[in-house]
């Protein structure tokens, strides 16, 4: 049995290209790095909040996910349970920014500050010009995107949301979590002026003195319904996510195109999508660092006595360069990396109630990947890669 390391692995977990900015430090190591200041065309807001110089700061031992956001409600009744030191929500998305040749995608982080910051990585937590710059709307990168970036620090980024375009500060370096939730960090304020969306991932974090277990009963009594998860790792295999994944999944330019699709970079397609016969499905094209993955899953599948629940006939890809819904103004598919591949779609259509064997779903998921028929609007037959598998 494996326990999940990774928080999540973003839909679309892709890296920039920065512009040039001075920088005190291009090591890429844990301690939070500042950049020296905003641009001289940038209006620096004023610091409308005293932030103090320290907090007090414990890990995240239980995460959970709400498709449909984490309410206040949740929130209080989640740090009302005795042992529960802290909790905070984030907000998980992907950012379009614009690059040299074309655009690319990064995946963010949006949390509040001083929820935040007691959950944060030790060297972060302390750094105060982190939780100062986010509520100044700066856009904190991680160390392990910043060495993606070549070690190149960046001064501005322009991006798309959904709500249009606008400017990123970039503050520093700074981990928002061990490891990295995302290659970004930035203030949930920001985030929703750009139309990120609501935050779905809610953090917990317990007194140092507290019993997990004991803790773990609490909250299932206070939130009946919510499936916990532990955060951190134990056992053989690993799962890692964020911007630790990105080397593997590597980074590509893009040009949109009028019909939903996008022009990748050919480099990055011919290192990182290949085709293979797979059990059950024949020949597919994805990505080759979720390969082993669906390989494994299929495997398990079968050996279970379970063949019959995957229709061959109603595959329906797994890489194909689009945005979501073919719609240019949102973000880029899973499908697009490769990283994502729709099963049965004519028995599970879009917005309809999942027709999955639930006993199909516990494999994928325990092969590290993550279920449509579980969001909002539920997308029965998309398998999406959550986290990549070590060991």
């Known amino acids: ?20 900015m001075n920088s005190g430090s291009g090591s890429g190591d844990s301690a939070a790095v500042a950049f020296s200041g905003p641009p001289a065309e940038v209006r620096e807001p004023a610091l409308r909040v005293q932030v103090p110089e320290r907090v007090d700061t414990v890990r995240p031992t239980f995460k959970a996910t709400f498709p449909d956001g984490v309410s206040e ?4 009744k989640a740090s009302a349970v005795p042992g529960v030191a802290a909790t905070a929500r984030v907000l998980l998305a992907n950012l379009v920014v614009e690059v040299p040749g074309g655009d690319a995608q990064v995946s963010v ?19 105060r010009f982190v939780w100062e710059g986010l509520h100044r709307s700066h856009t904190l990168i991680a160390h392990e995107q910043y060495q993606i970036f070549g070690g190149k620090p960046l001064q501005t980024l322009a991006a798309k949301g959904p709500k249009g375009r606008g400017v990123l500060r970039i503050g520093g370096l700074a981990s928002s979590g061990v490891p990295n939730l995302a290659g970004a960090m930035m203030s949930m304020d920001q985030a929703s002026t750009l139309g990120l969306g609501r ?7 317990l007194d140092k003195d507290a ?13 009946p319904g919510v499936r916990f998860e532990r955060t951190q790792a134990t056992g053989s295999r690993t799962f890692f996510s964020g911007a630790s994944a990105q080397k593997a999944i590597g980074n590509f ?16 397609v011919v290192r990182h999508i290949t085709s293979r016969n797979v059990p059950l499905l024949g020949k597919v094209t994805c990505h080759q660092a979720m390969l082993p993955q669906l390989e494994g899953a299929l495997t398990e599948i079968r050996d279970s ?21 073919r719609d240019g103004t949102k973000p880029l598919s899973m499908h697009a990396w490769g990283l994502a591949v729709d099963i049965n779609v004519a ?27 579980r969001w909002s609007r539920p997308d029965g037959h998309h398998f999406e890669l959550a986290a990549l598998i070590s060991g």
Do not use: H
Not at 2 to 19: E, H, M, P, T
Not at 253 to 268: A, L
Not at 305 to 325: A, D, H, M, N
């Open 73 to 76: 409600d949740v929130i209080q």
């Open 305 to 325: 006595g379970l063949s019959g629940s995957i229709k061959p006939g109603q595959f329906g890809g797994c890489y194909v360069p689009r945005f979501i819904e």
């Open 199 to 205: 935050p779905t991932l809610l953090l917990i974090g």
């Open 347 to 373: 028995d599970n259509p879009a917005g309809a109630r999942p027709n999955m064997d639930p006993r199909v779903v516990a494999i994928f998921e325990k092969w590290g990947f993550r279920w449509g028929g």
């Open 211 to 223: 019993r997990s277990s004991e803790v773990l009963k609490a909250l299932n009594r206070a939130l």
């Open 1 to 20: 049995m494996f326990a999940i390391l990774a928080l999540i692995l973003l839909a679309g977990a892709g890296g920039v290209v920065a512009r040039v």
């Open 109 to 127: 982080a949006a949390v509040k500050p001083d929820e935040f910051r007691p959950l944060a990585p030790e060297s972060t937590a302390q750094a």
């Open 253 to 268: 330019r893009f040009t949109s195109n009028p019909d939903g699709t996008i022009s990748q970079e050919r480099e990055w």
